[in-house]
């Protein structure tokens, strides 16, 4: 997994991920609080090789929106070929 972004950056409603694959993964985006705590989990599923979006709406898990605040997202990527996994840990900004 490269070129990893969230887009836009501050995130004020809707935003995407987006990234490049090497190989065909199952893909798994986490949201997590300053803190540790996850928020949101996103099960992307199969996602071929080269660019990928993934859409993400803004809210956690129980459909809230978030507060302002700068938060943590992880993507791992699990090889379809040999079932390897790399994850990137990026940070994100909620700005409303």
Same mark, same amino acid.
């Given at each position: 997994?490269?070129?990893?972004?969230?887009?836009?950056?501050?995130?004020?409603?809707?935003?995407?991920?987006? %990234?490049?694959?090497?190989? &065909?993964? =199952?893909?798994?985006?986490?949201?997590?609080?300053v803190?540790?705590?996850? *928020? #949101?989990? $996103?099960n992307?599923?199969?996602?071929?090789?080269?660019?990928?979006q993934? %859409?993400?709406?803004?809210? &956690?898990? =129980?459909?809230?929106?978030?507060?302002?605040?700068?938060?943590?997202?992880? *993507? #791992?990527? $699990?090889?379809?070929?040999?079932?390897?996994?790399?994850?990137?840990?990026?940070?994100?900004?909620?700005?409303?």
């Open positions: 997994i490269e070129n990893v972004l969230i887009y836009p950056n501050p995130v004020s409603e809707n935003a995407h991920f987006t %990234f490049n694959l090497t190989n &065909d993964a =199952d893909v798994v985006v986490n949201i997590y609080t803190r540790g705590r996850r *928020i #949101r989990s $996103i992307a599923g199969f996602q071929r090789r080269g660019y990928n993934i %859409f993400w709406d803004g809210r &956690d898990q =129980d459909g809230d929106r978030l507060a302002n605040n700068t938060y943590f997202y992880k *993507i #791992r990527a $699990i090889s379809k070929d040999d079932q390897s996994s790399k994850e990137v840990i990026e940070k994100l900004v909620i700005y409303r």
